[in-house]
Structures are given as structure tokens and as C-alpha cells.
């Protein structure tokens, strides 16, 4: 996410992360690079400019030059104004009318029908809620059926009528269904065109006024750049909207998108996007989001999403089977599922502070755990059990069976190893211990 900005401001802010002599001409200096960077990643030049002259003013304001640790400084002040910039609190979704109607909005492929599945599916597992999806794009029948597929796939219901090319008496007819059918969150998945024009506003425009919904969300595709502003001001101008969603933010986004719309139409942005799957979306957080961007990762994040799968029954079993030495490959397999369910690994590695700039260029994939999966898969259940066990021709057969090398084998057993050992340490009081050894 965003690695070339992040690159930049690295850069940039090199000079004054170090310890060399810190003085006025290198943070105008600094700040120019800083500039530079935020225009490189699309961000309006307006707002470039008025950053940097504020995050001048806060640094003269704090005497920065004459502070303990003037970088330090810098940076944080560099932090806090991007975090400002991008809305300051997170914000979440107004959910109080019964039901609580969410009308969304944004061009075609911007990611409206993906995102409402996504909403529905985090506020019934998040936030146990009943919600119904509702399909009115009455111009492109995919589009209904796409609904209809992405609500089987969340086990979520969707309303539709095929027949029908009224959208506002669709939105009506599914508010009323919800209803009588104890939904109590009711998302609405409108059409968009591929450029603003004057009758998809107008539709939207009519909807929205018709239902009066609790929330009207504006989506759009981050990786658009200015023109995701210049969009977001459009529909703002016509629909007042509550907040912004920005999606594919996976992608190779610049930024911009993320860092000026705010400033521009003045309305938070409350989800992202990061994939296509249903379960890619997440809350929106102003300042860890300014962390990723200057490299110091997210451990916030990372720790919230290790405890939505923390599985504590699992841990206590597994927990057992160190204490009597007793773990092994199977249970080495269901820690890697527990890690792949938190997320794909290159935005789990953005997450740690400075891995994204260490592991810069190498091919992150989720296939990593394939080869350790496949080795595992094809040893039999007492090998699994018995690590030592595994002897030359065992591995041999192993390898040849899934489709890996000795060494690979062997790479595996050495890592299991380490593994077990550190385990061992961190069961037996040894936190300290390991602290030590890590030379802490
Ligand atoms: P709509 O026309 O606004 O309803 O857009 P869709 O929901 O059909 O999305 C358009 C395309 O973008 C589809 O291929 C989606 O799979 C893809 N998409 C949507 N959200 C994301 C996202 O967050 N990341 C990525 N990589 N793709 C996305």
C-alpha cells in the first residue's frame, strides 16, 4: 500500500532521522522533498502546499531545532499533520433507524457492488447485525445477478425485482420487505455510469431523497487519483453523502486519493477496500494509516486482527502439547492456517514496523506456505507426530511426494525446530529468558 509515496517521504526525511546536524536550511530542504513526494503520489497541489507550510509553522511554533531530538520531532510532526489531513478519528457508520438504511453511491466499477457485499458481511459477523441487500441498477441485469451472487456467497439475502426499472420504488419495495422480515440494516447498491453525468446524478439524487436513508456512503476507486476527488466533490455537491469509501486500496495506489479527500469534500473517509474477497474491508484509521505511509507499520491493526482469530481452545490444546512435548506438524499446519486467515502476508508485513522497507522488492506471496503445506500433507500421521522420525529416506519420499527438495525438507525441520525451542522458552517463564537471548 502506497510504497512509492512511503519510499519518498523515507527520503525525504532521511537527513533529519539521522543524527547529523539538523538546521533550518535542511528542513526547508526536507519539506520541499516532502512536497515533492505528495505531488508525486497525485496529491492535489493546494493541499501539498498548505502541508508543508503547516508542518513549517508547528516545527518553528515547537523550536525544533534547539528540541532533544530534533528529527524525532520532524517526523512525528510530518505524522500528526497526515493524520489530520486524512480526518483525524476514525468514524464509523450511523446504524440507529430501524432498519437503518445505507444507500451507496459512485461510479460503475468502482467497486459499489463488491463493497456492499463487504459492509453486510462485516456488520453480520462485526457487529451482529441482520442486514439486507438490495439491487437497484436497473440498466444492467449482471448487476443484479452479481448482488445475488455475492450475497450467496455471505450468506446474506438479496431483494430484487427484475422486472421492475423504477429504481426508487425498488429501494421502497426492499426498505418495506426488510420490515416485515426483521432486517434491521438495509444496504442499498445503486447504478453508477462510467462518468459523471447528468442523469445517474439525478437518479441517485431522487433515490436518496425518496428514502431519506440513514447513511449515504460514496464509493470510489482509490487508484484514480485526482479524478477520485474530483468525483467524490460531484456527488458530495448532489447527495451531502456521510462518508467515503475508498477501495482497491491493495493495488498499486499512489495515495493521493487517501491523503486530499478529505480536505476537498470535508467528509471522512470510514472504510477501505483491499481485495476482492468479501472479508478484504476494513475501518478506516486515520493515523495508523499515516504510520504505514511513513514506514513506522501498524501494529495496532496487527494486533487486532491476530485476536479476531485467536482461537483460545486451540491455544490451551496447543499450549498442552508443549508442555509435554508433544508438538508437532499437524499443529505446526493449523498455526500457518491461523496466519492465513489474518490476511494476506504482503499486508500483514506492511503492518510491522520497517518490514515493508526491508522486505522492499522481494516477492511476497501467498504461496510461501504452500511448499511447507505440501511437505506436511505428504508425511504420514506419525511422522507428523514425530519429527525426528524423518530420516534420508523418509525425506526422500516426502519430497518426492510433494514436490519440493531435501533441502527444502530440511529447511523446514531446522525452522520447526527453532520453533518448538522458543515455545519451550516462552511456556517455561521464559519470556525473560527470551528477552535476554534476543539481547534485549
Ligand atoms: P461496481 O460497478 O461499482 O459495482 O463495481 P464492482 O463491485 O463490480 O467492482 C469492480 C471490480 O473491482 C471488480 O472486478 C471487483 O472485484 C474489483 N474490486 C472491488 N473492490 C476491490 C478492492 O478493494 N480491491 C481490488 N483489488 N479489487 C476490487
New binding site residues.
Given amino acids: 500500500m502506497f510504497d512509492n509515496l512511503s519510499d519518498k517521504l523515507d527520503k525525504a526525511l532521511h537527513v533529519l532521522k539521522g543524527h547529523g546536524q539538523i538546521t533550518e536550511i535542511n528542513v526547508a530542504e526536507t519539506l520541499k522533498e516532502v512536497r515533492r513526494a505528495l505531488l508525486d503520489a497525485d496529491v492535489n497541489f493546494k493541499i501539498a502546499k498548505e502541508f508543508t507550510n503547516k508542518v513549517k509553522e508547528e516545527a518553528m511554533g515547537q523550536n525544533v531545532l534547539t528540541s532533544l531530538q530534533p528529527g524525532q520531532l520532524m517526523v512525528k510532526l510530518v505524522k500528526d499533520e497526515l493524520t489530520e489531513l486524512m480526518g483525524g478519528e476514525a468514524e464509523g457508520i450511523n446504524l440507529s433507524g430501524t432498519p437503518s438504511v445505507i444507500l451507496m453511491s459512485?461510479?460503475?466499477?468502482?467497486?459499489?457492488?463488491?463493497?456492499?457485499g463487504k459492509l453486510a458481511n462485516y456488520l453480520k459477523t462485526k457487529k451482529n447485525k441482520n442486514p439486507l441487500l438490495v439491487a437497484c441498477?436497473v440498466y444492467r441485469p449482471a448487476?443484479i445477478d452479481?448482488l445475488h451472487v455475492v450475497g450467496d456467497q455471505i450468506g446474506v439475502e438479496v431483494f430484487s425485482d427484475r422486472g421492475n426499472t423504477d429504481p426508487v420504488a425498488i429501494s421502497e419495495a426492499g426498505i418495506a420487505y426488510a420490515k416485515a422480515n426483521g432486517f434491521n440494516v438495509v444496504i442499498i447498491?445503486t447504478a453508477?455510469r462510467l462518468a459523471v453525468d447528468k442523469q445517474m446524478m439525478n437518479e441517485i439524487a431522487t433515490i436518496h431523497k425518496a428514502i431519506q436513508p440513514q447513511e449515504t456512503l460514496f464509493?470510489v476507486?482509490a487508484m484514480t487519483g485526482q479524478d477520485a476527488v474530483n468525483t467524490a466533490k460531484s456527488f458530495n455537491d448532489i447527495l451531502n453523502f456521510d462518508g467515503v469509501i475508498l477501495?482497491?486500496?491493495?493495488?498499486d495506489t499512489r495515495g493521493g486519493a487517501a491523503i486530499s479527500i478529505k480536505s476537498v469534500v470535508n467528509k471522512p473517509i470510514k472504510f477501505?477496500?483491499?481485495?476482492?474477497k468479501m472479508d478484504?474491508i476494513d475501518v478506516f484509521y486515520p493515523a495508523r494509516m499515516a504510520e504505514r505511509i511513513l514506514g513506522m507499520g501498524d501494529v495496532v491493526s496487527l494486533v487486532e486482527r491476530a485476536q479476531e482469530q485467536f482461537d483460545e481452545e486451540e491455544a490451551r490444546k496447543i499450549q498442552k502439547k508443549i508442555a509435554k512435548n508433544k508438538f508437532g506438524f499437524d499443529d505446526f499446519l493449523s498455526q500457518i492456517q491461523q496466519i492465513k486467515k489474518m490476511g494476506s502476508l504482503k499486508d500483514l508485513m506492511g503492518m510491522i514496523p520497517g518490514a515493508g522497507k526491508a522486505l522492499k522488492g522481494l516477492d511476497i506471496d501467498d504461496d510461501a506456505f504452500k511448499h511447507i503445506e505440501a511437505i506436511i500433507h505428504s508425511m504420514t500421521p506419525e511422522e507428523r507426530s514425530t519429527p525426528t522420525s524423518l530420516n534420508a529416506s523418509r525425506k526422500k519420499r516426502i519430497a518426492k511426494g510433494s514436490g519440493t527438495s531435501i533441502q527444502e525438507i530440511n529447511q523446514l525441520l531446522k525452522q520447526f525446530d527453532q520453533m518448538s525451542k522458543m515455545m519451550k522458552m516462552m511456556q517455561g517463564g521464559g519470556g525473560k529468558k527470551m528477552m535476554q537471548m534476543m539481547g534485549a
Fill in positions: 459512485g461510479l460503475q466499477g468502482s467497486g459499489k457492488t463488491t463493497f456492499s441498477d448487476a452479481q447498491d453508477g464509493v476507486d477501495t482497491k486500496l491493495d493495488g477501505i477496500g483491499t481485495g476482492e478484504a
